[in-house]
């Protein structure tokens, strides 16, 4: 079957840096994506990686290993505002997105 | 960037009433639209993925007769929750890409529906 496992829930200090893990196991690859989603409101696009490596975009920055699975959002000089949830999805070889449950991130002062 | 919009924003029904959810594709066509549930404090659930003039394609699970998704052009998908019960409240998300594989999706703001 096609899995997406992240972290439930992490906890980071304001100012400071927090990765986010993503594995997964789907039915080929065309993709990763990461997602920001506020409560009550709905995704917003962060980044997108399809080849293996880091991409950096301002404080967000997502790298992506396709022989082992894995990808991470990484997130530097925190503000309060980051509290939210992160969802990782890939797409699969039929280009459908496979959703992961979503990583709770609060920030705290 | 790309605007998806969706109406209403929220909606409360009586059981048994039927509800229709709009999104609309502001400023670009949208090949392919999708439907999302998210019940609180889950994540995203694709309810079906729909292309302009052809039937939708429905995840396993979803009843097609009783969520109608009707995608009558490229700017367009209309979801209509039929019957609604208690159970079927939750926070329905549209979705739309500019093509297949390989684009971001862009949400609509969400449609909050409560069910009485």
Redesign the interface.
């Known amino acids: 079957g096609q899995n997406i496992d992240q972290p439930t829930e992490m906890t980071a200090t304001e100012g400071a840096i927090v990765q986010i893990n993503c594995t997964y196991q789907t039915s080929g690859f065309n993709g990763l994506f990461w997602y920001q989603q506020h409560a009550g409101e709905a995704p917003t696009f962060l980044s997108y990686n399809v080849l293996d490596g880091l991409e950096e975009k301002g404080r967000f920055s997502s790298f992506l290993s396709r022989s082992k699975g894995y990808s991470y959002l990484l997130l530097k000089e925190l503000q309060m505002k980051d509290s939210a949830s992160y969802l990782c999805a890939v797409e699969d070889s039929n280009y459908q997105l496979i959703w992961g449950a979503g990583t709770k991130l609060i920030i705290k002062p | 960037g790309a605007v998806v919009s969706q109406h209403p924003s929220w909606v409360i029904c009586k059981s048994g009433t039927s509800v229709k959810i709009e999104c609309r594709s502001l400023d670009f066509q949208a090949t392919t639209m ?1 439907w999302y549930r998210q019940f609180p404090k ?5 309810m079906a ?1 729909s292309n302009e003039g052809s039937k939708a394609t429905y995840e396993q699970g979803v009843e097609k007769d009783k969520f109608l998704i009707n995608h009558a052009s490229l700017t367009l998908s209309t979801l209509t929750v039929t019957s609604a019960h208690p159970e079927d409240s939750s ?1 329905y ?1 549209c ?1 739309a890409s500019l093509q ?3 684009q ?7 449609t ?1 529906l409560t069910v009485l």
């Open positions: 999708f889950q994540s995203l659930m694709l993925t926070f998300i979705s297949r594989g390989g971001e999706q862009f949400f609509g703001p969400g909050r």
